[in-house]
């Protein structure tokens, strides 16, 4: 059973950066495909990123395109989101997932197979 538990949101301002981290354990990391997503209040979970098991590949919501950064470290079994040039629309709850196997446009929620509990990101102007 695959673990994920996520960290590094914050309360910044418009403009700033943080980076979230998404820890895995109890799966073979190297052999997931990892994505993130966010919600924000009264809004469905929607997909902001996506990168293949080795990193190979990434793909990015037309939203946060040339700001945010998604990367891994597959022997630190971790994934990244750095997030820049934050906007107060960028406001939500961000949750990594997974999923076994390869694969690239997976950007349905339903694709994924684990879940990890979220870190809220607020965003003031």
């Known amino acids: 059973q695959v673990q994920l538990v996520e960290s590094g949101g914050g309360l910044v301002q418009a403009g700033d950066s943080l980076r979230l981290s998404c820890a895995s354990s109890?799966?073979?990391?190297?052999?997931?495909?990892m994505g993130w997503f966010r919600q924000a209040p009264g809004k469905e979970r929607e997909f902001v990123s996506i990168?293949?098991?080795?990193?190979?590949?990434?793909y990015y919501a037309d939203s946060v395109k040339g700001r945010f950064t998604i990367s891994r470290d597959n022997a630190k079994n971790t994934v990244y989101l750095q997030l820049n040039s934050l906007k107060p629309e960028d406001t939500a709850v961000y949750y990594c997932?997974?999923?076994?196997?390869?694969?690239?446009?997976?950007?349905?929620?339903?694709?994924?197979?684990?879940w990890g509990q979220g870190t809220q990101v607020t965003v003031s102007s």
């Open positions: 990168i293949t098991s080795r990193g190979g590949f990434t």
């Open positions: 997932a997974a999923r076994p196997g390869g694969g690239t446009y997976y950007v349905t929620a339903a694709a994924y197979n684990y």
């Open positions: 109890g799966g073979t990391f190297s052999a997931l495909t």
